[in-house]
């Protein structure tokens, strides 16, 4: 999954989630020879967040918490 320094960039990220929210996300990525590749995260089949459909990779802190939040709301949704 993924290319170069979006790979290491994108497991990082994946472990940090799936440390905070075990066993509740899915979390897909992929370097493509285009672009920095894609990340989707996916809560109980709804997608939370898509960096191909512009919410942009998370590379800030700030990013982090909007996206956290994001995931809280949906599992607090059910």
């Known amino acids: 999954c ?13 472990k940090k989630l799936e440390d905070e929210f075990p066993g509740c996300l899915d979390i897909c990525g992929e370097g493509t020879p285009q672009a920095t590749g894609f990340f989707e995260v996916m809560v109980a089949g709804k997608l939370i967040h898509s960096k191909k459909k512009g919410d942009g990779y998370v590379d800030t802190e700030s990013k982090f918490l909007k996206l956290v939040a994001a995931i809280k709301a949906a599992l607090a949704q059910g």
């Open 2 to 14: 993924g290319a170069g320094g979006y790979k290491s960039k994108y497991l990082q990220l994946k």
